[in-house]
């Protein structure tokens, strides 16, 4: 193993790659858009009303966002509490993918938040929590589990500065550091563990409070419920996204059949997403909201279509090696997308403050800013596993072919 | 499959604590209107539409007009520069022709969304149970006004550092004497104004009762329905319509007597009851993740980051 592509190296190679200028540009542009919207309030800028209070930015920055980075907790949940002990060849990967989408949303937040200036009372202030606030849980576990993952990565970092012998202090400052933090690792990874499984089905309460706003086939006590498990689909879909990407793009040879193997567990969580929720709007009566034939029907059709279809996918022809990955990076796209529409749906598409309010889309600027952060998270990715080891895996030229 | 399925169940006993508080969301317990409540009465037959409220309300909260497009303060809908509204409802049609005016304010429920909501507690039920805000503890996420059921808080868009504003029954403004009066007419500057005594203040127990009175003397003029005594769990602002005119036509949402927060809070209570159902599984994951890295080590493999 130690040998083998088990072994996380820094990819190497020159920083400045035409990619990464794009995306410096991008965020360099979304930079000065900020500063603009910071000096002229929201309305000025994006399309949100009063009607439409939240919109693409908590939409997608953060329920999204932050669902689609669970790789590390999807990742942390199938070596731990499934004993998959060997998947650890992409936990490195899976855990910095999350440690930046995290922090994409919680920098989602800040721009959203009409009066930022106060955040930093909520960790602090505790006598002034509203327990009854299911958004103070999510924000707290958000802001608490984001640093846990910083902290987890920290070994990496550390790794690499012990070695640089012409910064005296780094290098003291991680010899001293990294058995300390190696103790905590146990602790600290269980955090990881149970903040998202808190936080992620949170976000399926947090929007619960709209309460008639939201089309009933939405406004169910499953939601939580089934923002959970279709984070843990989305997580596992983006890992798998990531390995094949990084793949192609840095000929990294990073064996899949761990991942292939894995799709069995997938399909028992798709499932019981699609099984739950067909049960859910039949039990509780709301069935004839199915064939309405309207916006919302629809979209309920197309989330189960799309949760559906991956594990009709995965079970017709389980993947269990490497050669199986076409399907796998299939199967996993369709899991994105799918956990990514419910997450839409429910706090965009099926909330309606009254017909007298116009649809929500989202302006260019919004659309811009979300892009310009992208933008920035994907170049400090680049970054961070070119000079740190992150990717397992030999280049792939060294292959035997 | 060679799944720990023993690990996979306690965690999945959390999504199971989920589900739990799905069904028991309901045993909530049902709020009341505390002892010193106070609210309005809106009588939509009494009501001329001379919109003094609106002016009243403008000038206690130093709102700014809004002219849309006259030389005439002449708002379209509440916004973050109107508190208090006075709308027409038109039946149209000859002959059965209905009109109405209907006013719109917070309706400070007795179960506010918006203070579920609210994570430092700026929205809150303060004095005589009227839901004020307070700056200092505003952070602009605006998850009220996503809660609130009747869409009444208003951002303040076009600012850099904005508030949230909706009606505070005057009392922000006013502040209150020692009785714990609202200023020394003792009443919202709406309800002082009006010539009808279209909109009314008083102790919300009266309110109630005068709602019901005037049904039962005048059953030919109303509708047989007080709205805000059952709605949304109570409102400490209660309206009573012209017969033939029902509530919906007059923009007030028909809404069951469940409050909107008694779904979402009960179910979290439910789940983090006491917090104990996050520390034990905490305890399990933390035991899973030592025995995994204790196999490991054994086997000289390094697990994690
Ligand atoms: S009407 Fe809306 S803003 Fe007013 S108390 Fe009720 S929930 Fe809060
Ligand atoms: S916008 Fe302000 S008042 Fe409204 S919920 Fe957020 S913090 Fe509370
Ligand atoms: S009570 Fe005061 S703030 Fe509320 S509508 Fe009346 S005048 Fe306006």
Redesign the pocket.
Known sequence: MKNGHGVPRPVGGPIMTPVMKLCLALAGITTLLLIYRFLVGLGPVTNMTDGHPWGLWIAFDVVTGTALACGGYAVALLIYVFNKGKYHPLIRSAILTSALGYTLGAIGVIIDL?RPWWTWKLPIFFWTWNLDSVQLEVALCIMLYTAVLWIEMAPVFMERWEQEDDKPRLQEFSRKWTPILMKAMPWLIALGIVLPTMHQSSLGSMILLAGPKLHPLWLTPWLPFFFLVSCIAMGYGMVVLETMWSRTVYSRYRETSVLSALSRAMVVVLLTWVGVRLFDVIASGKSAYLFNLDRFSILFWLEVLLFLAPAIILMLKPTRTDRDRGRLFMASGMMVTAGMLHRFTAYWFAYNPGDHWNLYFPSMFEIFVTVGLIAAEVAAFMYIIKKFPILTGRPSAALPT | MNISRRGALKVAAFGAATAAGARKAEAREKKTAPPDATGMLYDATLCIGCKACVAACRDANDLELEKSSTLYDDPVDLSANTCNIIKLYDGGGDGEAQVSFVKQQCMHCIDPA?AA????G??QKRQNGIVT?KPE?????????VACPFNI?KFEWDSPIPA?VKCQMCLAKAGTTEEGQLNEVGQPACTEVCPREAVIYGPYEELKAEALRRIAENPDRYEDHVYGLEEVGGTQVLYLTSKGVPFSKLGLPELGPEPVPALPVGLQHTIYKGFIAPIAVYGIVAGLVWRTRRKSDAAGEEVGA
């Open positions: 009409g | 918006c909501a609210c994570m430092m700026s929205f805000w503890r505003c952070i602009g996420c605006r998850y009220c006004q808080p949230m």
